[in-house]
């Protein structure tokens, strides 16, 4: 196939799915036969698309002309590719858990689900191949309207005040900022095309950058930066599975992934050195990077410490994309991946935990190890891999992270980092360890709990040994990476 | 042709009858004002003396690009409602009246094309008053008492409105000595400077902006929409405040010349905050509404701010964002009345709490509502974002960051009257769990469905709407220079 084709039919095929899914409302086994299928053929189209961009090509397609100048266009580099091949990877394994999650739990509207999700799939993957900001844009927008059903799923008072706040504070930031800087950049470089080294070199009074910067990336709500970062904790109120793949993987990283485009493309990393204009936003990176761990370590519910540690990680990945060198840049680049895997692992537990024994507080779980000992070990795994200790992938993206703040000179953001990987043992090992060796007080009936629904388990086991395998082969995520810089 | 239609619908005195006759000249006056636009186009501005007397002394159509684009938006909504009315209309109306719905239809049509199309300013006021004077009728023909006293309302507002416009007309007339508006074009600059001028400039634009409902003149319109029957609403929503703004474009660009309305009367500087003003009371009254159809009422004055902020940024792409967000709010407005005009005919009523649960029983209906509501909001890939995009685009080309800023502002308000609706339909459950709600027929859901493709299509292919809106706004700043 060609790779042009692959590239559009990897933005369609979900869509496609979706209508099968729609079509197979009233028979539950063909409809997640649908969803599997379409998740592998997705793996498989975004896969055939690596070699093409190893040997240096970047696959275009353009689809439609919307204003003069502007249109919508798909093209996949190096960057795009890597994000497309953890949403769709990591697809598969969640429809999987989500079938044993959804039946395990009896849930309601589990077309709707299925449906909204293959639509948020489809918008992830727009996202990540878009070749200008105003194509991301509108997959952006549609993966938010796509995952608002999902978050307000259960219908009662909380879920849709979660769903308000997502969606408001998602949408506002978009539209009050996100489409402010675009219609500027518009205005001032005419054009929104991603290109290598950005587009606005001498194109705008160096002084107003960071302004337009500070409207990027908090306009970029999804990347939650503080103080938009509210939705993130709200959205909670979904499904595990939808808060494991899309707000541990699909929608945070869209939003990162974005910064990170921005940066590289749109400013262009060396216009953005030369005029120093990416200090504020670093810094206020680094406060959310901070006071998010700090936020974590006092939630007792499960999922809350799960978002607020979210909120942080994807601070991470914008302080990479702020030091502005190559060898952060692979830094966040990476963290996007092994992120990723680490947290699906921890939502995935979470999830787990909640299908067998219904509790969602930390404090109720003590104990709870020794009863679910393989879920427990996918746990603290994950929780490793998130602190960045070998032998787990977590530590390549902090490594990398570490030494690009070195490399800029910003020794103040290297013991942010290290202070801040202090406060992830601080509020991820407890949990673990607690249910290992915690005593089980008020539990009458521990005896009765057992593991999770099995495709639970097979879905947490996976993504556990996936954290590992990125520490021995992260070799393809950092040639993805530099392939970006390539040439520079 | 809708003229001719009118007096044969109430002679047919049937009510299924006047309805194919209505739609059908409903749909020839579309394609002849797509005729129009194309060959515009092609062929430039196309003037045809009526009764054969030569301009200056008898009355003369001129169509232009701007007024051709007008009359499509107006022929092509009443084309499309049309087919929705029937089904729509007899579920609403006392049966024997509806004869007469479209009778008053027909000659508000004809009234809204008249008034686009006249080349002559008395002529625009005798149209005026046909489109007025029916819509009165179309308001109280509803079966809700109240819609009575909302259409008398309406009449008292929207006479002095056209007192004003007739005001306006004859101080005209006694200075320049004429009623074309070419002739008045080329005199008004000669006695400019006379107080009497600028009287008749002020009382016309006043009397206009009553009837676009311009903030704060707007009272007579919420309750209008609200009482008026589904497809009646969805027609003035799309057509008759539409042709009001479209004549304040014609006296002050065309008439008086931008360099008196902006240079001399400095109107912009008036328009402009009574705009942004307007937006936002219009936008923060709609979301404390509790009846859907009173609250798309408020929305409407809201969203002709946003045009207003457009013509009054008087630039060429200022001008092309406002004639722009005149289609596509057109388009949208439409397509959300349709769409309440269906949830009407299931469970009789628009109020929010009734609402509760239909997106599960309507999911068709309430499906259009929300992309209809999205296109308000100006989400992309609908028309919303592209009156956005230009209007943003114009405020920066001034430099005007804080108008870009509240434009972008009040959008989430709009979001956030939207998504009141949006939570009831789908995320509450049923007041009354018994009833049972079935999806509205497909008469209804067909022509809802056009619109909203519309909104979608005229989203992403822009080239016709966007071509025709530049090329219009720079004819009418051109006759500046």
Known sequence: MNPAMAALLAVFLPLLGAVGIVLLDKHPNLRETVTLVTAAALFLVVYSLVPAVYSGHEPAAHLIELVPGLSLALRVEPLGLLFALIASGLWIVTSVYSIGYMRGNDESHQTRFYVCFAVALSATVGVAFAANMLTLFIFYELLTLSTYPLVAHKGTEEARRGGRVYLGLLLSTSIGFLLLAMVWTWYSAGTLDFVKGGILRDKLDPGLLPLLLALYLFGIGKAALMPFHRWLPAAMVAPTPVSALLHAVAVVKAGVFSVVKVTIYIFGTDLLRDTDATTFMMWIAAITLLAASLVAMTKDNLKARLAYSTVSQLAYVTLGAMLVNTTALIGAGMHIATHAFGKITLFFCAGAIYVATHKTEISDMNGLGRAMPITYGAMLIGALSIIGLPPLGGIWSKWYLAIGTLEAGQGIMLAVLLISSLLNVAYLLPIPIYGFFGKSSKQPNAAAINEAPLPIVIALVFTALGCMVLFFYPEPLYGLMALLFEGQ | ?481
């Not at chain 2, 200075?175 to 400039?201: C, E, H, W, Y």
């Open chain 2, 1 to 481: 042709m809708p003229l001719l239609a009118g007096p044969v619908c109430l002679l047919l005195h049937h009510p299924r009858l006047s309805w194919g006759l209505a739609t059908t000249a409903s749909w020839i006056a579309f394609f002849i004002a797509l005729t129009l636009l194309d060959q515009v186009l092609s062929n430039g501005t196309i003037t045809y003396a009526l009764g054969g007397w030569a301009a200056p002394w008898g009355i003369e159509y001129r169509i232009d690009e701007i007024n051709a684009f007008v009359l499509l938006i107006v022929s092509g909504i009443s084309a499309i409602t049309l087919p929705f009315a029937r089904t729509s209309i007899e579920y609403e109306i006392n049966p024997r009246r509806i004869y007469i719905l479209y009778t008053a239809w027909m000659l508000c049509l004809t009234g809204l094309l008249g008034i686009t199309i006249t080349g002559d300013v008395f002529n625009v006021f005798v149209f005026l008053e046909i489109a007025s004077l029916s819509s009165y009728t179309l308001i109280s023909l509803s079966r809700d008492p109240r819609s009575l006293t909302a259409a008398f309302r309406y009449l008292v507002m929207g006479t002095i409105g056209a007192t004003f416009i007739l005001i306006g007309i004859a101080l005209l007339y006694i200075m320049t000595g004429t009623l074309n508006m070419m002739d008045l074009s080329q005199r008004i600059p000669a006695v400019a400077d006379t107080r009497t001028v600028k009287m008749a400039f002020t009382f016309l634009i006043v009397g206009i902006g009553l009837k676009a409902a311009l903030f704060p003149m707007h009272f007579w319109l919420p309750n209008a929409y609200a009482f008026a029957p589904s497809a009646v609403s969805a027609l003035f929503a799309g057509t008759a405040t539409k042709v009001a703004v479209y004549l304040l474009l014609r006296f002050f660009f065309t008439v008086f010349g931008p360099e008196f309305s902006f240079d001399v009367m400095q109107s912009d500087r008036v328009l402009l905050p009574l705009a942004l003003v307007g937006v936002f009371a219009a936008s923060t009254a709609a979301i404390v509404q509790s009846d859907v159809k009173r609250m798309l009422g408020y929305s409407s004055v809201a969203q002709i701010g946003y045009m207003v902020i457009g013509i009054s940024l008087v630039s060429v792409l200022g001008v092309t964002a406002g004639i722009l967000h005149l289609f596509n709010h057109a388009l949208m407005k439409a397509a959300l009345f349709v769409s309440l005009g269906c949830v009407v005919y299931r469970i009789g009523s628009t109020r929010l709490t009734d609402m509760a649960g239909v997106g599960r029983a309507m999911p068709w209906t309430m499906g259009a509502f929300v992309v209809g509501g999205l296109s308000l909001v100006g989400v992309p890939l609908t028309v919303g974002f592209i009156s956005k995009w230009y209007l943003i685009l114009a405020a920066l080309e001034q430099q005007w960051w804080w108008l870009a800023v509240l434009v972008l502002v009040s959008s989430l308000l709009a979001l956030i009257y939207i998504w009141r609706v949006v939570e009831f339909a789908y995320f509450k459950a049923p007041a009354d769990p018994a009833r049972e709600i079935t999806e509205a027929p497909a008469t209804l859901l067909i022509p809802t469905w056009l619109l909203i493709l519309a909104n979608v299509y005229f989203g992403i292919d822009t080239s016709l709407t966007v071509g025709v809106a530049e090329r219009a706004a720079k004819l009418l700043m051109g006759t500046a220079s």
